[in-house]
């Protein structure tokens, strides 16, 4: 394990170590301790620890990809290219993933668990033949003609995707609008740490788990007082601040790096 990690088992037995007999907490066991640590996991995780993973996903028969178990949000797919480089696809939300009733041999819709929801299958194919806007009739953007040649708009342009996709919840699946030779893409997601078997934290966020721990524990105690219960509030809120601040430093030479940047623009024409 990476030594800027530290496991939720060691923060757990370092938190029950350190109460005594006169804590709000003496009493708690250890596993509503560990269940507080895998929620401030998540909750710190979701915000500033987002633990980045990319994942080889192989692309099914029906132009689909099962999301991971451990999925949160997506930050990027693609296909990866000779070069080594990630060549993202681009979103679609008017991409079809629609599905309909299962039926037998009379037409019945069908509910083979007994569950009061009739089965559902695939059924992306079209409802009509005819194009939307008639078979010429389409509508696209345009550029500009001057004297008889075709000009570009300067400042505009329209980014190139090798694909599209559609993040498809439902059936907890990703959707996808590319070419039939492509067997794997590669994304790039925010995982949940917390279903690890033994979730990790970065050392400098260390504190602020241990504060949200106890802050939790007191949070529904009806023996504690208030003031202590908004005390412990204040410094969950002020190691989480602190955390951030160390996690998203902003160096010098990030900073020269990005005043530098060049900035590329379309020729008018």
Known sequence: MARNLVTITEVVNDFLLTQDGSDYVNNVSETIVHNFALRGVRELGFDMLQRVRSLKLAVNSNDTV???????????????????????LGENPNLNFSQK?????????????????????????????????????????????????????????GGFYRGQYRLNYDQNRIELGVNTDIKEVVIEYIADEARSVNPTVHVEAEEALRSYIYYKLVERKSNVPM???????????????????????????????????NFKQAPKY
Do not use: M
């Not at 099962?66 to 993202?88: M, R």
């Not at 003609?145 to 570009?152: A, C, R, T």
């Open 227 to 261: 003031a202590e219960k908004n005390r412990a509030r204040a410094e969950y809120y002020n190691e989480r601040r602190k955390a951030n601040a160390r996690l998203q430093s902003f160096s010098k030479e990030e900073a020269l790096k990005t005043i530098r940047k």
């Open 66 to 88: 099962d999301l991971p178990d451990d999925f949160v949000q997506l930050s990027k797919i693609g296909i990866v290219g000779s070069d080594g480089l990630v060549h993202v």
């Open 101 to 157: 009733y299962k039926t037998d041999s009379g037409g019945n819709n069908i509910d083979s668990d007994g569950d009061g929801v009739n089965d559902r299958e695939d059924a992306k194919t079209g409802t009509s033949t005819l194009g939307i806007f008639g078979d010429d009739d389409y509508v696209v953007f345009s550029n500009y003609i001057y004297q008889n040649n075709v000009g570009q708009i300067y400042g505009l342009g």
